[in-house]
């Protein structure tokens, strides 16, 4: 069945320091592949996505691209900050698995940016 | 309203009580989507509704766990006879039918059993 693993936390940086968080899937199909974050004490929240092999999704300085080779979809920051910390989840949706898309969801990786 | 709200924020609940948790979707989202966050399980999907139908139940772990939506809007997560290992945020989230896969999260329902 489908399913996504991403890398073990937690993941403590300093201030200005490079973020990577790997993530790699399974699925049958084509899926769309996310990004969300969970800040502390709130709510899910979609950080980014990508639909298709190639696409880059952006925000907030944060991307992954797409990689249907490897099948990853890896998160990167170039810089972050201390308001970066937080749990990060990466998340699939096979589109073509009938009509529910429902997500699949990773562990989750704590990120801890110290000042 | 603004995003997906839930209630209660919070539940606490003797063990064999039955519960009943709210969700109300943003405005015109057809499609909305109960999911589970536990320490033991990670984030599970739970139910899949299309407006009042429930064609996806395949998440639900047992009989004790029902739902239903009305008026394609509201949706009620009930668990009977509640036990320890239902302790879980619940989330729920909505989408457009036209982009389903894009859902948006309310901020859960940290459910307690003692």
């Known amino acids: 069945g489908n399913s996504v693993t991403q890398m073990e936390g937690p993941v403590t940086l300093s201030e200005e320091a490079f973020l990577t968080i790997n993530c790699t899937y399974t699925?049958?199909?084509?899926?769309?592949l996310f990004w969300y974050v969970q800040y502390p004490g709130e709510g899910l929240q979609l950080l980014l996505k990508?639909?298709?092999?190639?696409d880059k999704g952006s925000n907030k300085g944060f991307e992954a691209t797409y990689r249907k080779e490897t099948t990853s979809f890896h998160l990167e920051k170039g810089s972050v900050q201390v308001s970066d910390s937080a749990v990060y989840f990466c998340?699939?949706?096979?589109?073509?698995?009938?009509?529910?898309?429902?997500?699949?969801f990773g562990t989750g990786t704590l990120l801890a940016v110290q000042p | 309203g603004a995003g997906v709200s839930q209630s209660p924020s919070n539940k606490v609940t003797e063990k064999g009580k039955d519960v009943e948790l709210r969700c109300d979707p943003i405005?015109?989202?057809?499609?909305l989507y109960w999911y589970r966050q536990s320490l033991g399980q990670g984030l599970e999907f739970l139910i899949y509704?299309?407006?009042?139908?429930?064609?996806?139940k395949s998440g639900l772990p047992s009989d004790r766990f029902s739902a239903e939506r009305t008026g394609g809007s509201v949706s009620t997560l009930t668990i009977q006879r509640t036990q320890q290992e239902d302790s879980a945020v619940y989330l729920c989230?909505?989408?457009?039918?036209?982009?389903?896969?894009?859902?948006?999260f309310g901020p859960g329902t940290r459910l307690l059993v003692l």
């Open positions: 989230a909505s989408s457009r039918t036209s982009e389903k896969e894009t859902q948006y």
């Open positions: 699925a049958t199909g084509y899926p769309s």
């Open positions: 990508a639909t298709k092999a190639d």
């Open positions: 998340a699939l949706s096979d589109r073509y698995g009938g009509a529910t898309n429902k997500l699949i």
């Open positions: 405005s015109g989202h057809t499609a």
């Open positions: 509704f299309q407006g009042n139908s429930a064609p996806d």
